[in-house]
Protein backbone atom coordinates (compact mmCIF):
# COMPACT_ATOMS: atom_id res chain seq x y z
CA UNK A 1 0.00 0.00 0.00
CA UNK A 2 1.10 3.91 -0.26
CA UNK A 3 3.69 2.31 -2.39
CA UNK A 4 3.96 5.07 -5.14
CA UNK A 5 3.39 7.81 -2.03
CA UNK A 6 6.47 6.46 -0.10
CA UNK A 7 9.31 7.84 -3.50
CA UNK A 8 6.71 10.88 -4.07
CA UNK A 9 6.45 12.24 -0.76
CA UNK A 10 8.55 10.37 2.03
CA UNK A 11 7.46 13.14 4.83
CA UNK A 12 3.73 12.26 4.22
CA UNK A 13 4.09 8.70 4.13
CA UNK A 14 5.88 8.59 7.08
CA UNK A 15 3.52 10.51 8.80
CA UNK A 16 0.63 8.24 7.33
CA UNK A 17 2.30 5.12 8.49
CA UNK A 18 2.10 6.37 12.31
CA UNK A 19 -0.80 7.37 11.65
CA UNK A 20 -2.03 4.31 11.03
CA UNK A 21 0.63 2.11 13.61
CA UNK A 22 -1.31 4.87 16.46
CA UNK A 23 -4.78 3.58 15.00
CA UNK A 24 -4.06 0.18 15.60
CA UNK A 25 -2.43 0.09 18.98
CA UNK A 26 -4.80 2.76 21.09
CA UNK A 27 -8.19 2.28 22.51
CA UNK A 28 -10.39 4.71 20.58
CA UNK A 29 -13.20 5.63 22.81
CA UNK A 30 -13.85 9.07 20.73
CA UNK A 31 -17.64 8.92 20.19
CA UNK A 32 -17.73 10.32 16.82
CA UNK A 33 -14.52 8.73 15.25
CA UNK A 34 -15.05 4.76 13.52
CA UNK A 35 -12.58 2.85 11.28
CA UNK A 36 -13.54 2.48 7.84
CA UNK A 37 -13.35 -1.00 6.16
CA UNK A 38 -10.93 -1.48 3.12
CA UNK A 39 -14.08 -1.34 0.30
CA UNK A 40 -14.54 2.51 1.78
CA UNK A 41 -10.76 3.12 1.62
CA UNK A 42 -10.38 2.07 -1.87
CA UNK A 43 -13.01 3.98 -3.35
CA UNK A 44 -11.90 7.14 -1.39
CA UNK A 45 -8.84 6.90 -2.95
CA UNK A 46 -10.17 6.08 -6.72
CA UNK A 47 -9.98 7.83 -9.53
CA UNK A 48 -13.40 9.38 -9.50
CA UNK A 49 -11.68 12.27 -7.52
CA UNK A 50 -10.91 13.77 -10.78
CA UNK A 51 -14.15 14.34 -12.11
CA UNK A 52 -16.77 17.87 -11.92
CA UNK A 53 -20.03 16.48 -11.17
CA UNK A 54 -21.55 19.98 -10.36
CA UNK A 55 -25.43 20.05 -10.53
CA UNK A 56 -27.26 16.07 -10.01
CA UNK A 57 -27.63 13.02 -11.59
CA UNK A 58 -29.08 13.93 -15.42
CA UNK A 59 -28.77 18.09 -14.36
CA UNK A 60 -25.06 18.01 -14.80
CA UNK A 61 -22.87 21.36 -16.00
CA UNK A 62 -20.52 19.40 -17.29
CA UNK A 63 -20.55 16.46 -20.08
CA UNK A 64 -19.38 13.35 -19.29
CA UNK A 65 -20.77 12.35 -15.89
CA UNK A 66 -22.94 8.91 -17.19
CA UNK A 67 -20.83 6.79 -14.96
CA UNK A 68 -20.74 9.27 -11.81
CA UNK A 69 -25.02 9.60 -12.59
CA UNK A 70 -24.82 5.89 -11.71
CA UNK A 71 -23.18 6.30 -8.95
CA UNK A 72 -24.72 9.06 -7.05
CA UNK A 73 -28.44 7.32 -7.93
CA UNK A 74 -27.40 4.51 -6.27
CA UNK A 75 -25.80 6.58 -3.20
CA UNK A 76 -29.57 8.14 -2.91
CA UNK A 77 -31.88 5.37 -3.40
CA UNK A 78 -29.95 3.51 -0.67
CA UNK A 79 -29.89 6.28 1.55
CA UNK A 80 -33.57 6.78 0.91
CA UNK A 81 -34.08 2.90 1.19
CA UNK A 82 -32.38 2.10 4.51
CA UNK A 83 -34.15 5.15 5.93
CA UNK A 84 -37.18 5.05 4.73
CA UNK A 85 -37.23 8.55 3.33
CA UNK A 86 -38.64 9.89 0.39
CA UNK A 87 -35.56 11.99 -0.62
CA UNK A 88 -31.88 12.32 0.13
CA UNK A 89 -29.18 14.26 -0.82
CA UNK A 90 -25.50 12.64 -0.71
CA UNK A 91 -23.26 15.77 -1.60
CA UNK A 92 -22.77 17.51 1.71
CA UNK A 93 -18.92 17.36 2.19
CA UNK A 94 -19.34 17.29 6.00
CA UNK A 95 -22.39 17.34 8.86
CA UNK A 96 -21.56 20.71 9.29
CA UNK A 97 -21.96 21.51 5.80
CA UNK A 98 -25.22 19.35 5.74
CA UNK A 99 -26.57 21.35 8.38
CA UNK A 100 -25.41 24.91 6.55
CA UNK A 101 -27.85 23.98 3.91
CA UNK A 102 -30.46 22.87 5.61
CA UNK A 103 -30.47 26.20 7.43
CA UNK A 104 -30.05 28.17 3.86
CA UNK A 105 -33.30 26.17 2.43
CA UNK A 106 -36.07 26.72 5.56
CA UNK A 107 -34.53 29.97 7.07
CA UNK A 108 -33.99 33.73 6.43
CA UNK A 109 -30.93 35.30 7.74
CA UNK A 110 -32.15 36.61 11.23
CA UNK A 111 -34.61 33.96 11.55
CA UNK A 112 -34.93 32.14 15.23
CA UNK A 113 -33.88 28.94 15.88
CA UNK A 114 -34.42 26.91 19.10
CA UNK A 115 -31.15 24.32 19.59
CA UNK A 116 -30.10 22.20 22.59
CA UNK A 117 -27.10 24.51 24.25
CA UNK A 118 -23.68 23.26 23.47
CA UNK A 119 -22.87 22.95 27.12
CA UNK A 120 -25.73 20.34 27.35
CA UNK A 121 -24.75 17.79 24.95
CA UNK A 122 -26.05 20.31 21.36
CA UNK A 123 -23.91 21.18 18.53
CA UNK A 124 -21.50 23.93 17.30
CA UNK A 125 -24.06 24.44 13.91
CA UNK A 126 -27.34 24.59 16.41
CA UNK A 127 -26.61 28.14 17.15
CA UNK A 128 -23.41 28.42 18.83
CA UNK A 129 -22.19 31.96 18.86
CA UNK A 130 -18.70 30.44 17.50
CA UNK A 131 -20.68 29.37 14.67
CA UNK A 132 -22.40 30.27 11.12
CA UNK A 133 -25.72 29.52 12.81
CA UNK A 134 -25.29 31.97 16.08
CA UNK A 135 -24.54 35.06 13.64
CA UNK A 136 -26.56 34.38 10.88
CA UNK A 137 -29.91 33.03 12.61
CA UNK A 138 -31.61 34.01 15.78
CA UNK A 139 -30.76 31.21 18.47
CA UNK A 140 -32.21 29.87 21.44
CA UNK A 141 -31.50 27.11 23.82
CA UNK A 142 -33.07 24.50 25.72
CA UNK A 143 -30.85 22.57 28.21
CA UNK A 144 -31.23 19.04 30.10
CA UNK A 145 -32.96 19.59 33.35
CA UNK A 146 -30.85 19.18 36.26
CA UNK A 147 -32.41 16.42 37.96
CA UNK A 148 -32.44 14.29 35.81
CA UNK A 149 -30.12 15.49 33.31
CA UNK A 150 -32.08 14.60 30.58
CA UNK A 151 -33.92 17.07 28.25
CA UNK A 152 -37.09 18.30 29.63
CA UNK A 153 -39.48 18.23 27.08
CA UNK A 154 -42.46 20.36 28.93
CA UNK A 155 -39.23 22.84 29.37
CA UNK A 156 -38.38 22.69 25.43
CA UNK A 157 -42.41 23.36 24.59
CA UNK A 158 -42.84 26.39 27.42
CA UNK A 159 -39.12 28.00 25.48
CA UNK A 160 -40.65 27.16 22.15
CA UNK A 161 -44.57 28.69 22.86
CA UNK A 162 -42.47 32.10 23.99
CA UNK A 163 -40.09 32.44 21.69
CA UNK A 164 -41.95 31.01 18.49
CA UNK A 165 -39.18 30.29 16.49
CA UNK A 166 -39.22 29.18 13.16
CA UNK A 167 -37.11 25.66 13.22
CA UNK A 168 -36.60 23.79 16.20
CA UNK A 169 -33.60 21.48 15.75
CA UNK A 170 -33.41 18.33 17.71
CA UNK A 171 -30.29 16.30 18.22
CA UNK A 172 -26.68 15.87 19.90
CA UNK A 173 -23.32 15.25 20.33
CA UNK A 174 -22.62 14.42 24.08
CA UNK A 175 -26.32 12.82 25.32
CA UNK A 176 -26.68 9.28 26.13
CA UNK A 177 -30.42 9.17 25.78
CA UNK A 178 -33.30 8.28 23.52
CA UNK A 179 -34.79 11.20 21.56
CA UNK A 180 -38.49 11.69 21.82
CA UNK A 181 -38.76 12.85 17.91
CA UNK A 182 -42.79 12.79 18.16
CA UNK A 183 -42.75 14.80 21.43
CA UNK A 184 -40.18 17.45 19.43
CA UNK A 185 -42.94 17.40 16.39
CA UNK A 186 -45.35 18.14 18.70
CA UNK A 187 -44.15 21.05 20.29
CA UNK A 188 -42.80 22.48 16.52
CA UNK A 189 -46.42 22.08 15.10
CA UNK A 190 -47.72 23.64 18.01
CA UNK A 191 -45.44 26.68 17.94
CA UNK A 192 -45.67 26.77 13.72
CA UNK A 193 -41.50 25.77 13.71
CA UNK A 194 -39.91 22.99 11.08
CA UNK A 195 -38.78 20.18 13.29
CA UNK A 196 -35.17 19.72 11.93
CA UNK A 197 -33.46 16.67 13.61
CA UNK A 198 -29.97 16.53 12.98
CA UNK A 199 -29.14 12.37 13.87
CA UNK A 200 -24.91 12.30 13.14
CA UNK A 201 -24.50 10.89 16.03
CA UNK A 202 -26.92 8.34 16.14
CA UNK A 203 -27.57 7.44 12.67
CA UNK A 204 -26.33 3.73 12.99
CA UNK A 205 -28.52 2.97 15.47
CA UNK A 206 -31.35 4.54 13.74
CA UNK A 207 -30.64 2.78 10.12
CA UNK A 208 -31.34 -1.01 12.20
CA UNK A 209 -34.06 0.20 14.47
CA UNK A 210 -31.96 0.55 17.65
CA UNK A 211 -33.12 4.05 18.24
CA UNK A 212 -36.55 5.11 16.64
CA UNK A 213 -36.83 6.81 13.68
CA UNK A 214 -36.88 10.40 13.14
CA UNK A 215 -38.17 10.22 9.38
CA UNK A 216 -42.05 10.32 10.21
CA UNK A 217 -41.52 13.45 12.35
CA UNK A 218 -39.00 15.88 11.12
CA UNK A 219 -39.52 18.09 8.08
CA UNK A 220 -35.45 17.58 7.44
CA UNK A 221 -33.16 15.41 8.59
CA UNK A 222 -29.16 15.48 8.48
CA UNK A 223 -26.62 13.28 9.45
CA UNK A 224 -22.72 12.57 8.71
CA UNK A 225 -21.72 9.30 7.44
CA UNK A 226 -18.34 9.05 9.45
CA UNK A 227 -19.80 8.46 13.08
CA UNK A 228 -21.94 4.98 13.11
CA UNK A 229 -22.94 4.66 10.21
CA UNK A 230 -19.16 3.83 9.56
CA UNK A 231 -18.78 5.71 5.92
CA UNK A 232 -16.56 7.88 4.64
CA UNK A 233 -16.15 11.74 6.00
CA UNK A 234 -19.32 13.14 5.10
CA UNK A 235 -22.83 14.56 5.52
CA UNK A 236 -26.06 13.78 3.97
CA UNK A 237 -29.84 15.18 4.27
CA UNK A 238 -33.18 13.45 4.21
CA UNK A 239 -36.25 15.03 3.59
CA UNK A 240 -39.78 14.65 2.42
CA UNK A 241 -40.75 14.98 -1.21
CA UNK A 242 -41.55 18.91 -0.68
CA UNK A 243 -38.67 20.16 0.51
CA UNK A 244 -36.55 17.80 -2.27
CA UNK A 245 -36.30 20.98 -4.47
CA UNK A 246 -34.79 23.17 -1.78
CA UNK A 247 -32.89 21.31 -0.17
CA UNK A 248 -31.08 20.23 -3.14
CA UNK A 249 -30.35 23.69 -4.38
CA UNK A 250 -29.37 24.59 -0.97
CA UNK A 251 -26.86 22.03 -1.25
CA UNK A 252 -25.64 23.34 -4.58
CA UNK A 253 -25.26 26.32 -5.56
CA UNK A 254 -26.36 27.47 -2.56
CA UNK A 255 -23.51 26.21 -0.19
CA UNK A 256 -21.47 23.81 -2.11
CA UNK A 257 -19.70 23.60 -5.15
CA UNK A 258 -18.28 20.67 -6.97
CA UNK A 259 -19.39 17.27 -5.15
CA UNK A 260 -16.63 15.02 -3.80
CA UNK A 261 -17.57 11.85 -5.98
CA UNK A 262 -15.22 9.73 -4.83
CA UNK A 263 -16.84 10.51 -1.21
CA UNK A 264 -20.08 10.07 -2.78
CA UNK A 265 -19.45 6.38 -3.82
CA UNK A 266 -17.98 5.75 -1.17
CA UNK A 267 -21.26 6.47 1.09
CA UNK A 268 -22.73 4.48 -1.32
CA UNK A 269 -20.81 1.42 -0.05
CA UNK A 270 -21.06 2.29 3.30
CA UNK A 271 -24.84 2.93 2.64
CA UNK A 272 -25.14 -0.66 1.29
CA UNK A 273 -22.82 -2.27 4.43
CA UNK A 274 -25.27 -0.70 6.57
CA UNK A 275 -27.93 -2.51 4.98
CA UNK A 276 -26.56 -6.58 6.03
CA UNK A 277 -27.55 -8.16 8.72
CA UNK A 278 -23.99 -7.69 10.66
CA UNK A 279 -24.24 -3.92 10.20
CA UNK A 280 -27.46 -4.85 13.31
CA UNK A 281 -25.56 -7.22 15.02
CA UNK A 282 -22.85 -4.35 15.02
CA UNK A 283 -24.84 -1.56 16.28
CA UNK A 284 -26.03 -3.94 18.94
CA UNK A 285 -23.03 -4.09 20.18
CA UNK A 286 -21.53 -0.90 20.44
CA UNK A 287 -24.98 -0.28 22.75
CA UNK A 288 -24.20 -3.12 24.91
CA UNK A 289 -20.18 -2.19 25.08
CA UNK A 290 -21.40 1.23 26.25
CA UNK A 291 -23.61 0.24 28.87
CA UNK A 292 -21.17 -2.39 30.27
CA UNK A 293 -18.31 0.05 30.02
CA UNK A 294 -20.19 2.93 32.05
CA UNK A 295 -21.66 0.40 34.52
CA UNK A 296 -17.91 -1.61 35.00
CA UNK A 297 -17.01 2.45 35.49
CA UNK A 298 -19.94 3.24 38.11
CA UNK A 299 -19.23 0.75 39.94
CA UNK A 300 -15.19 1.92 40.28
CA UNK A 301 -17.06 5.14 42.03
CA UNK A 302 -17.39 7.01 38.78
CA UNK A 303 -20.83 9.09 38.04
CA UNK A 304 -22.37 8.43 34.78
CA UNK A 305 -24.45 11.75 33.65
CA UNK A 306 -27.91 10.78 33.66
CA UNK A 307 -26.75 7.54 35.34
CA UNK A 308 -26.07 5.63 32.05
CA UNK A 309 -26.71 5.56 28.19
CA UNK A 310 -29.56 4.46 25.70
CA UNK A 311 -26.80 4.83 22.83
CA UNK A 312 -22.78 4.63 22.20
CA UNK A 313 -21.75 6.97 24.71
CA UNK A 314 -21.65 8.45 27.62
CA UNK A 315 -20.45 11.14 29.64
CA UNK A 316 -18.38 10.91 32.79
CA UNK A 317 -18.06 13.52 35.71
CA UNK A 318 -14.99 13.84 37.21
CA UNK A 319 -16.03 17.12 39.47
CA UNK A 320 -15.52 14.97 42.35
CA UNK A 321 -12.62 13.36 41.52
CA UNK A 322 -8.76 15.37 41.72
CA UNK A 323 -9.02 15.82 37.97
CA UNK A 324 -10.36 18.00 35.49
CA UNK A 325 -11.60 16.65 31.98
CA UNK A 326 -8.61 18.51 29.93
CA UNK A 327 -5.82 16.50 32.24
CA UNK A 328 -7.67 13.47 32.22
CA UNK A 329 -8.07 13.41 28.07
CA UNK A 330 -4.10 14.32 28.42
CA UNK A 331 -3.12 11.69 31.00
CA UNK A 332 -5.43 8.73 28.95
CA UNK A 333 -3.87 9.85 25.84
CA UNK A 334 -0.50 9.47 26.84
CA UNK A 335 -1.31 6.27 28.32
CA UNK A 336 -2.52 5.16 24.58
CA UNK A 337 -6.37 5.71 25.45
CA UNK A 338 -8.71 8.51 23.08
CA UNK A 339 -11.34 10.42 25.10
CA UNK A 340 -12.16 13.85 24.67
CA UNK A 341 -13.05 16.18 27.61
CA UNK A 342 -16.27 17.58 27.58
CA UNK A 343 -18.78 19.60 29.28
CA UNK A 344 -20.67 17.97 32.21
CA UNK A 345 -24.31 19.76 32.27
CA UNK A 346 -24.30 22.46 34.65
CA UNK A 347 -20.35 22.49 34.31
CA UNK A 348 -18.63 25.50 36.41
CA UNK A 349 -15.75 24.99 34.54
CA UNK A 350 -14.96 26.30 31.20
CA UNK A 351 -15.03 23.79 27.97
CA UNK A 352 -11.06 24.12 27.09
CA UNK A 353 -11.01 22.72 30.84
CA UNK A 354 -14.28 20.97 31.43
CA UNK A 355 -15.07 18.56 34.51
CA UNK A 356 -15.95 15.52 32.37
CA UNK A 357 -14.99 13.52 29.93
CA UNK A 358 -16.88 11.61 27.08
CA UNK A 359 -16.47 7.73 25.92
CA UNK A 360 -18.06 6.15 22.98
CA UNK A 361 -18.01 2.77 21.53
CA UNK A 362 -18.17 2.75 18.01
CA UNK A 363 -14.26 2.39 17.29
CA UNK A 364 -13.73 -0.55 19.72
CA UNK A 365 -16.13 -2.27 18.78
CA UNK A 366 -15.32 -2.28 14.96
CA UNK A 367 -12.25 -3.86 15.93
CA UNK A 368 -14.41 -6.44 17.80
CA UNK A 369 -14.17 -5.97 20.98
CA UNK A 370 -17.07 -7.00 23.66
CA UNK A 371 -18.06 -7.09 26.91
CA UNK A 372 -15.26 -9.06 28.41
CA UNK A 373 -12.86 -6.09 27.01
CA UNK A 374 -15.07 -3.48 28.17
CA UNK A 375 -13.92 -4.72 31.72
CA UNK A 376 -10.47 -4.43 30.88
CA UNK A 377 -10.63 -0.71 29.37
CA UNK A 378 -12.16 0.01 32.63
CA UNK A 379 -9.10 -0.97 34.45
CA UNK A 380 -7.31 0.59 32.12
CA UNK A 381 -8.97 4.08 33.22
CA UNK A 382 -9.22 3.75 36.44
CA UNK A 383 -5.72 2.97 36.97
CA UNK A 384 -4.51 5.91 34.67
CA UNK A 385 -6.90 8.23 36.37
CA UNK A 386 -5.90 7.54 40.04
CA UNK A 387 -2.54 8.57 39.20
CA UNK A 388 -2.72 11.17 36.06
CA UNK A 389 0.54 12.60 36.49
CA UNK A 390 2.73 9.30 36.68
CA UNK A 391 4.97 8.95 33.43
CA UNK A 392 5.72 5.28 35.07
CA UNK A 393 1.79 4.62 34.62
CA UNK A 394 1.83 6.19 31.72
CA UNK A 395 4.67 3.74 30.00
CA UNK A 396 3.03 0.80 31.56
CA UNK A 397 -0.34 1.49 30.47
CA UNK A 398 0.59 2.09 26.44
CA UNK A 399 2.52 -1.75 27.07
CA UNK A 400 -0.87 -3.01 28.32
CA UNK A 401 -3.10 -1.06 25.54
CA UNK A 402 -0.90 -2.38 23.08
CA UNK A 403 -1.34 -5.61 23.98
CA UNK A 404 -4.36 -5.70 23.99
CA UNK A 405 -5.19 -4.12 20.59
CA UNK A 406 -3.24 -6.83 19.38
CA UNK A 407 -5.74 -9.38 20.47
CA UNK A 408 -8.06 -6.92 17.90
CA UNK A 409 -6.29 -6.54 14.95
CA UNK A 410 -8.23 -4.15 12.03
CA UNK A 411 -5.46 -3.55 9.33
CA UNK A 412 -2.74 -5.56 10.49
CA UNK A 413 -2.04 -6.28 6.91
CA UNK A 414 -1.11 -2.56 6.44
CA UNK A 415 0.89 -2.79 9.28
CA UNK A 416 2.74 -5.77 8.39
CA UNK A 417 4.09 -3.82 5.29
C1 LIG B 1 -20.40 15.61 14.36
C2 LIG B 1 -21.64 16.40 14.34
C3 LIG B 1 -21.88 17.34 13.32
C4 LIG B 1 -20.83 17.84 12.36
O1 LIG B 1 -20.21 16.97 11.58
P1 LIG B 1 -18.83 17.38 10.83
O2 LIG B 1 -18.74 16.35 9.78
O3 LIG B 1 -17.78 17.34 11.86
O4 LIG B 1 -19.02 18.74 10.27
C5 LIG B 1 -23.12 17.97 13.29
N1 LIG B 1 -24.05 17.70 14.21
C6 LIG B 1 -23.85 16.84 15.21
C7 LIG B 1 -24.94 16.60 16.21
C8 LIG B 1 -22.63 16.17 15.32
O5 LIG B 1 -22.42 15.35 16.35
Same mark, same amino acid.
Given at each position: ??????????? @????? =?????????????????????????????????????? /?????????????????????????????????????? !? *?????? $????? &???? @??????????????? %????? *???????????????????????????????????????????????????????????????????????????????? /???????????????????????? =????????? +???????????????????? !?????????? #???????? =??????????????????????? =??? *?????????????????????????? %??????????????????????? *????? /?????????????? $???? &????????????? +?? @????????????? #???????? @????
Amino acid at each position: MMESLKTTDSE @VYDLI =RKELERLEYSIILIASENYVNGAILEVQGSILTNKYAE /GYPDRRYYGGCQFLDGIERLAIERACTLFGAEHANVQS !H *SGSSAN $MAVMY &ALLN @VGDKVLGMSLAHGGH %LTHGA *SANYSGRFYKPVFYTVSKESERIDYDEVREIALKERPRMIIAGASAYSRILDFERFRTIADEAGAYLFVDMAHIAGAVAT /GLHPSPIPYAHIVSTTTHKTLRGP =RGGLILCKK +EFAKAIDQAVFPGTQGGPLM !HVVAAKAVAL #KNAMAPEF =RAYQEQIIKNARHLASCLASKGY =RIV *SGGTDNHLFLVDLSDKRITGMGAERA %LELSGIMVNKNLIPFDTRGPNTA *SGIRI /GTPAITTRGMKEEA $MGTV &ADMIDTVLKDPEN +EG @VHRTMLERVKGLC #KGFPFYPS @VLSQ
